[in-house]
């Protein structure tokens, strides 16, 4: 059941609605009626366009906001590269760095907490294909802070868009068009640009980052199921428009570009939008809200029916990226192995837990915080213990996942493992096919009387 079914706080208002064209004004009268830009602005504000696709991207996918601002985002001092030796989350940026294309099965132990750092610097690419410079494919990171930034910092990824998904903690993050709460079991998704700041209310934080370097997430076709079902569009939440005023203070926007660090000061906080208006905005959602579909009758169906969101790729139907998650569900199917079927996938499987236990995984090795990763064409399947519980279960209807989420980022591109995913941080587990599938036993038995080969 929802999970956020209590009344928020005055701060954290939200605007429902996946895809909807919203405006919102935090001093009535401050968004323009009948224009865009007029010679002058309500209360004299100055209007800025942010475009999160080209202007002449087809109505069905442009997504552009208009912002009402005290200031506008270029008022500030050139960029300058910060951290140049440290900062790097593009492999592609760094030659002397292997990213790792490995066809084996991998699987992390719960990657650690560090208190030490905030937001900007909690980023850790595991793995990732393509390259923000040139628009194409993902970036998978892992994130684990310990600090609010700081009070007059703010950041934005000139990459990609952020899909987050906490594992631990609260993120308190203030953008410029309004504030998300976002709590474990609950995702949220911060568009290319879009400036914000995190902070930590209730202590460190840790979790999982789909960066999609090209394009936006989008609710997937419901074809047969009809038209509600799974992530429902109301569901969708984004902030309202809230603003400060402060123009006295040194500020810094930190960038991150092309997976490096810039800084540029500016006199001005960048949370400075009256009102906006428009279809580019960040937005959270409750995944206890999404409406579970499954088999009624028999066999096991592809995971696509657990599909949040997904990024399309130019060929529709195959993904750059689906998120996909695995709530607490009944199974019901007759005659039937219910866990996942063994397979081998075309397109690569990396998964992390929020909280509990994932049903195809039952061997203790999958645990919250952890991951793994099916590349493509990478065999895998329930672990041994899964399958011969599975295979010997009496098929009553049974509740499976109860307290459990785990997920998955699924994607037609191959990815590669970074130094830091395959040795730095030193979770990989040694002994992950010795666990899971070396345990299967042979059940074959030839039929007595048969002889291969004779017709
Ligand atoms: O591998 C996994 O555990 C993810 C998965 C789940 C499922 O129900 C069907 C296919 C699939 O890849
Ligand atoms: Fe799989």
Not at 84 to 96: D, I, L, V
Not at 267 to 292: C, E, I, M, Q
Request: charged share 20%; with cysteine.
């Amino acid at each position: 059941m929802p999970s956020t079914q209590f009344a928020l706080k005055e701060k954290y208002r939200y605007l429902n609605g996946f895809n909807s064209y919203h405006e919102s004004e935090a001093i009535d009268g401050a968004l323009p009626i009948g224009a865009n830009s007029p010679q002058k602005p309500p209360y004299g504000l100055y209007a800025e366009k942010l475009s999160g696709t080209a202007f002449t991207a087809p109505r069905h996918e442009n997504q552009q906001s208009w912002l009402y601002r005290v200031l506008p985002s270029s008022a500030h001092a050139p960029y300058e590269a910060r951290e140049s030796a440290t900062y790097n989350t593009n492999p592609e940026n760094k030659p002397h760095e292997k990213i790792h294309h490995i066809p084996n099965q991998l699987r992390w132990d719960p990657f650690d907490m560090n208190e030490t750092v905030d937001w900007v610097h909690s980023l850790h690419l595991v793995a990732g294909a393509g390259d923000p410079t040139m628009k194409t494919g993902i970036g998978i990171f892992i994130f684990a802070a310990g600090k609010d930034m700081d009070p007059h910092e703010a950041f934005y990824s000139a990459d990609g868009d952020f899909l987050v998904v906490p594992q631990h903690g609260v993120l308190d993050i203030q953008t410029e068009l309004g504030r998300l709460l976002v709590r474990p079991n609950e995702i949220c998704v911060i568009p290319r640009g879009i400036r914000y700041r995190v902070m930590l209310p209730s202590g460190p934080v840790r979790g999982y980052i789909l960066e999609l370097y090209q394009g936006h997430f989008q609710l997937p076709e419901l074809g047969p199921i009809g038209s509600n079902c799974l992530a429902n569009a109301r569901d969708f939440q984004a902030p309202v428009a809230d603003f400060d005023e402060d123009t006295s203070t040194t500020w810094h926007v930190l960038s991150k570009f092309a997976g490096r660090l810039f800084s540029a000061k500016q006199s001005h906080t960048p949370f400075d939008v009256v009102a906006w208006h428009g279809l580019y905005y960040p937005y959270k959602y409750d995944l206890g809200r999404f409406n579970t579909i499954g088999s009624i009758s028999y066999d096991h169906p592809d995971p696509s029916i657990f599909t949040v969101l997904t990024a399309q790729s130019d060929h529709p139907g195959t993904a750059v990226a689906d998120f996909v998650i695995f709530p607490p569900r009944w199974l019901v199917a007759e005659d039937t192995f219910r866990p996942p079927w063994y397979h081998r996938n075309t397109m690569s499987e990396f998964m992390g837990l929020i909280h509990g236990q994932y049903d195809a995984k039952t061997g203790g090795g999958f645990q919250p915080a952890g991951a793994s990763l099916h590349n493509v064409m990478s065999a895998h399947g329930p672990d041994a213990a899964t399958h011969k519980k599975a295979s010997n279960a009496e098929l009553k209807p049974a509740k499976v996942g109860e307290g459990s989420m785990a997920f998955m980022f699924e994607s037609c591109l191959m990815v590669g493992v970074t130094e830091w995913g395959l040795k730095k941080c030193r979770k990989v587990q040694e002994d992950y096919n010795a666990e899971s599938w070396e345990g299967l036993e042979v059940r074959f038995k030839r039929p007595e009387g048969s002889k291969y080969g004779e017709w």
